[in-house]
């Protein structure tokens, strides 16, 4: 069975800095999607960016990046110049053959102005 | 991006009595509906899986006779929750593919439904 992981309950970065989230999965699979979403205050689920497994370039989406390490099974989410609105629950995300999508358990995004 | 309308947003009842939420999508062909739970501060948890004309998938615990999910078409997709007791006071969120745009797996959300069971 796939799982997903992130080790960070909660984080905070300074405003204008930038912070990397950290997620790692687990799954048999060689072919994948990974997703990082986003969920404000609103709890509206937004997605910030996804990546194919069979691609080896990080994908990249304005001040968003990812680290992928197909090998460590590691999907870490970068944000550049951090804003206030970027304050939300961010979850890492994991798709399949089998079409469901698995979330990680979440972590807490705090921006200090 | 396609867009995904659920309603209500937010719903109080009394023990015992039932809920429907409906989700609908607006713009895009949904055949698979994927209905989460989500508890403060905790993650999307799948309850089930429907797909348009036929049975829901339940995942291990979902008790299907409680939560019952109707797939009636490619663009509606229901969860009514049955005799509903205060612990199923919670967040449900609606969700589907857009396989036709080709984007690999990704989510498209309702804004999500709070209940709350007195």
């Known amino acids: 069975a796939q799982t997903v992981t992130q080790s960070q309950p909660e984080m905070s970065v300074q405003e204008a800095e930038t912070v990397t989230l950290s997620c790692t999965y687990d799954t048999s699979e060689s072919d994948y999607y990974l997703f990082w979403y986003k969920q404000p205050p609103s709890r509206q689920m937004i997605l910030v960016i996804r990546q194919e497994a069979y691609k080896q370039q990080n994908a990249t989406e304005n001040r968003f990046s990812v680290n992928f390490q197909k090998a460590a099974k590691s999907f870490s989410l970068k944000i550049s110049d951090s804003q206030l609105g970027d304050a939300a629950m961010y979850f890492c995300s994991f798709s399949g053959s089998y079409d469901k999508v698995i979330f990680g358990p979440g972590t807490s995004l705090s921006v200090i102005p | 991006g396609a867009v995904v309308s659920q309603h209500p947003s937010w719903v109080i009842c009394k023990s015992g009595t039932s809920v429907k939420i409906e989700c609908r999508s607006l713009d895009f062909q949904a055949t698979t509906m994927f209905w989460y739970r989500q508890f403060p501060k905790q993650s999307l948890m799948l ?35 049955t005799s509903a007791h205060p612990e199923d006071s919670s967040f449900y969120i609606c969700s589907a593919p857009d396989a036709s745009r080709g984007h690999g797996g990704e989510l498209f959300f309702g804004e999500g439904s709070r209940l709350t069971v007195l």
């Open chain 2, 47 to 81: 309850m089930a899986t429907s797909n348009e004309g036929s049975k829901a998938t339940y995942e291990q615990g979902v008790e299907k006779d409680k939560f019952l999910i109707n797939h009636a078409s490619l663009t509606l997709s229901t969860l009514t929750v």
